[in-house]
Nanobody, 124 residues
C-alpha cells in the first residue's frame, strides 16, 4: 500500500506563489508516475499536472501552463508543484496521486493512490 501526503497549501494574494509538496511512501516511488489534480467548491476534479517516473515527461493543463512547474526528487520520494502568478481561480483543494504506470498520465481513473489534499486559497 502506498501512502500519499500533500503539504504546502495556504492563503496567498493574487500574483503570489506557493510550493506544494507530495510525499509518497514505498521503495518503488522512483517507478511511479505522479500527478496533481484540483477540485474547487461545486466543481468537478480537474487535471493540473503530471510527471513521468523519471521526470523526463511533464504535462500541464492549459490553465496553469507557464505558471506552474512540476518536478520530482526520487531520492526524497517527493514531487513538488511550484505555483507562481496565482489567480483567484486557482483556489481549490489540490490533490496528489500516484500510479504504478510509468508514463505521465492525465486521466484520473488511471491513478492508483490518492492523498487527502491540501487547500490553496488565492485572494483577490
Amino acid at each position: 500500500q502506498v501512502q500519499v501526503v500533500e503539504s504546502g497549501g495556504g492563503l496567498v494574494q493574487a500574483g503570489g506563489s506557493l510550493r506544494l509538496s507530495c510525499a509518497a511512501s514505498g521503495r518503488t516511488f522512483s517507478s511511479y508516475a505522479m500527478g496533481w489534480f484540483r477540485q474547487a467548491p461545486g466543481k468537478e476534479r480537474e487535471f493540473v499536472a503530471a510527471i513521468s517516473w523519471n521526470g523526463e515527461i511533464i504535462y500541464y493543463a492549459d490553465s496553469v501552463k507557464g505558471r506552474f512547474t512540476l518536478s520530482r526528487d526520487n531520492a526524497k520520494n517527493t514531487v513538488y508543484l511550484q505555483m507562481n502568478s496565482l489567480k483567484p481561480e486557482d483556489t481549490a483543494v489540490y490533490i496528489c496521486a500516484a500510479t504504478v504506470r510509468r508514463p505521465a498520465i492525465v486521466v484520473m481513473r488511471d491513478y492508483d493512490y490518492w492523498g487527502q489534499g491540501t487547500q490553496v486559497t488565492v485572494s483577490s
